[in-house]
């Protein structure tokens, strides 16, 4: 099994930490959090990686390289010409990506306790062409799911914009996007969209024809580092847990 880190942001959040590092060397708990992640995915079995660089592009190359690239397969994806987001980035590395089992996307800086065993089986059961993390927690920016887990549409509340993508099957729950998901290799094949876009507006579009579900988790343990206030919070669940 394969998986792609998206490790190209430009970690804006994180300034002055990012000033001379790509937000995915920022250290939390004595590790970078692309060690964090990488750790996390060989854990559960996956010696597959892809990883996408863009700012500070030869420090993570560095990094990989001085790790031995963690005794596992691990490519670069090169951004460095033009970021492209996450569904961009995505095609990009689609001839990276090439195999026959599902593969797992997961942010740079997202620290969690998912079970990523429990997820890649809810994925198989469901047989979904995409299946997404996600969580009651506040956002500004939800997905929408029916009674059946399909994705059905987005919203933003800031703006007051929403974005259908099929018609529900019952009652609507809004839930955040966790940024860790599964999607089918044929995926990669049905991604029309051109230059630089979200995953999420491929995921709008394709919901409508094909089954694209939210794999639910309920869990304090789960940190957006790319923002500055949950670095201590990360900090302080890496220590009670590797200690």
């Given amino acids: ?13 994180l300034r002055p930490l990012t000033n001379d590092r790509p937000k995915a060397l920022v250290e939390v708990f004595g590790k970078p959090l692309l060690e964090w992640v990488i750790l996390k995915l060989r854990e559960n079995g996956i010696k597959e990686i892809v990883v996408n660089v863009h700012h500070f592009a030869d420090k993570i190359e560095a990094f990989l390289k001085e790790k031995e690239n963690f005794e596992i397969d691990i490519q670069i994806s090169d951004e460095r010409e033009f970021l ?3 569904g961009g980035g995505l095609k990009f590395a689609k001839d990276l990506l090439k195999g026959e089992e599902p593969i797992l996307i997961h942010n740079a800086d997202i620290i969690s306790d998912l079970d990523i065993q429990s997820f890649i089986n809810f994925h198989t059961k469901n047989k979904a062409l995409a299946s997404l993390a996600v969580s009651h927690r506040h956002t500004s920016r939800y997905l929408h799911f029916d009674e059946e887990s399909q994705l059905s ?18 009652e609507i729950r809004r839930l955040a996007f966790s940024g860790i998901h599964l999607i089918n290799p044929e995926f990669l094949d049905v991604i029309i969209e051109e230059g630089k876009f979200s995953i999420i507006d491929v995921y709008l579009r394709l919901a409508a ?9 309920e869990s304090s343990n789960w940190f957006d580092v790319g923002k500055p206030e949950n670095l201590p919070l990360a900090e302080a669940y890496l220590k009670k847990t590797n200690s």
Avoid at 153 to 170: D, H, Q
Avoid at 209 to 217: E, F, L, P, S, W
């Fill in 153 to 170: 549409g987005w919203e933003n509340i800031k703006t007051s914009e929403v974005r259908p993508a099929r018609n529900p099957s019952g």
């Fill in 84 to 86: 492209l987001e996450t």
């Fill in 209 to 217: 024809h094909n089954k694209i579900v939210g794999y639910q988790h």
């Fill in 1 to 13: 099994m394969k998986a792609m880190v998206f490790a190209a942001g430009l970690g804006t959040r």
